[in-house]
């Protein structure tokens, strides 16, 4: 039946579309795959099938809330993979390596700066083995440009002819 106010859903046909705000909501967004939905956004939602129906007014605060949110996941895995990057170099040689102004990773730490998508990238993949991708950065910077197997060094010389 629902309550009086909601209305009719455009996927099951029942009556029971109204706002709902509830924690646990993600929608994909950009490259990620769930990204959290604030929990007090009220979205139209069906209360039998669940299907989420925003208006135009709720979609405008669901793009600006997801787009907030974005920017917020980018700085939150940022500074995770920073603690443990930086566990193991500095800062400041980090900025070096990766072509960083002065004092831009503070700025990152802080919240004040918000990374880039390829420089959360970077720092993903660092963060998931700092001691060998760093290494690995800083021999692959030290080669003659177009060598195409900069980080095999240690792969051992079994295949030498
Ligand atoms: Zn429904």
């Not at 099951?12 to 706002?19: E, H």
């Not at 490259?31 to 939905?37: D, G, P, S």
């Not at 195409?148 to 010389?157: C, D, T, V």
Request: hydrophobic share 40%; aromatic share 4%.
């Amino acid at each position: 039946m629902g309550t009086p106010h909601s209305t009719l859903c455009k996927r099951c046909g029942m009556r029971g579309v109204r706002k709902r705000a509830c924690a646990g909501r993600t929608q994909p967004y950009k490259m990620f795959a769930a990204l959290r939905v604030p929990s007090e956004l009220a979205i139209p939602t069906c209360g039998h099938c669940g299907a989420q129906l925003p208006d135009a007014q709720t979609a405008e605060a669901l793009a600006a809330a997801l787009a907030s949110a974005f920017t917020a996941e980018l700085s939150h895995r940022a500074q995770v993979a920073l603690a443990e990057i930086c566990r193991y170099i500095s800062q400041r040689r980090l900025e070096k390596l990766a072509g960083l102004s002065q004092g831009y990773l503070c700025r990152v730490l802080s919240g004040r700066s918000t990374p880039s998508v390829p420089l959360v990238a970077l720092l993903t993949l660092l963060a998931q083995a700092p001691q060998e991708r760093l290494r690995e950065l800083e021999v692959a910077w030290r080669q003659p440009s177009g060598d195409p197997s900069p980080a095999k060094q240690n792969a051992g010389q079994s295949a030498q002819p």
